[in-house]
């Protein structure tokens, strides 16, 4: 019997609002999943890079060590990364994870590392002749001031990241990549499209909650602007 003319599905129509209705569980749980190894390496890689980008403000010579080996971590295929940390984790998502931290590290030390550098240095003498010791100036004076190029950095690591989470289809571990992959290789046109399209506007979305908080943690730029 031939498919009703009405039939997306059978078509294997690009756009199908049939394979929304009936796949919806599926699309949740890969969106679930993506949004899960994202936000775990992007907050590691943060945990990772800010004590680096410290270490290598306060100690000059550190730096370009620092910047050379995230540098050269960020160089590294996505595919090779994931083939050298296969020994290490196998095939699981602390293996996308561990990819995507070391991916992250580049963009987040260079920017925390510019931000710190940006802190006129008569601030930092003001704030010591106050009686701020090391750790609280870094914490109330140099952290504050360098945020809008920390965030900046991390706006750019999560959209990275939201990208890079679709290679860990090959290790089965990609969220909405897991579909992609499998829906190039059926020739499946409406999951391809779908699957991309929300990759899209997870990474919109992404990024315009962070430039909120940005916003909000620092408002002294919206006054220096107006």
Known sequence: MAAPPDDCLAHNDWICGEYLSTRREILTDAVLQHLQLTSVSVLIGLAIALPLAVVARRWGWAAAPVLALTTVLYTIPSLAMFSLLLPLYGLSATLVVAGLVLYSLTLLVRNILAGLR???????????????????????????????????????????????VTVGAIVGYGGLGNLIYSGMNTYFKAQ???????????????????????????????????
């Open 118 to 164: 940006a802190v006129p240095e008569d601030t930092r003498q003001a704030a010591r002749g106050m009686g701020y010791g090391p750790v609280r100036l870094l914490l109330t004076v140099e952290l504050p001031l360098a945020l809008p190029a920390a965030m900046a950095g991390l706006r750019i690591a999560t959209v990275s990241a939201i990208s890079l």
């Open 192 to 226: 391809v499209l779908t699957a991309s399209v929300l990759c899209v506007i997870i990474a919109i979305l992404a990024d315009v909650l962070l430039l909120g908080v940005q916003r909000l943690l620092t408002p002294w730029t919206r006054t220096a602007r107006g």
